[in-house]
């Protein structure tokens, strides 16, 4: 993908599309034929974030911080509690406050 290519590494590139596999209960970045994933579980109103997974060769590119951002945004807008058991969805909540009211507790 072009795009992917002229970001600088540590930056996000907004352009990249996350879609919500929702057979597989996970959010996903193709990015240059490889997919980045958050997995999750849904239990009524919560949605329980279980790891995420970036392709070795793609890391550093903010890829991981955009699907977890668009997970996020999903879980905002479909009012759910999130429930951060992957340790990078719980760092990145701690590094983005604006997401921390979706936290039971927060």
Known sequence: MPAEKGTPPGQIDAAIPVANNE???????????????????RTGREIIFTHAETPRDLEGRGIAS????????F???????????????AWYIRQHGEFADLVNGG
């Open 23 to 41: 057979s597989l209960s996970r959010f996903e970045a193709h990015v240059a034929g490889k997919i980045a994933f958050l997995e999750y579980r």
């Open 66 to 73: 955009r699907v977890t951002r668009a997970a996020l945004e």
């Open 75 to 89: 879980a905002r807008a479909h009012g759910l509690t999130v429930v951060p058991l992957c340790p990078f969805v």
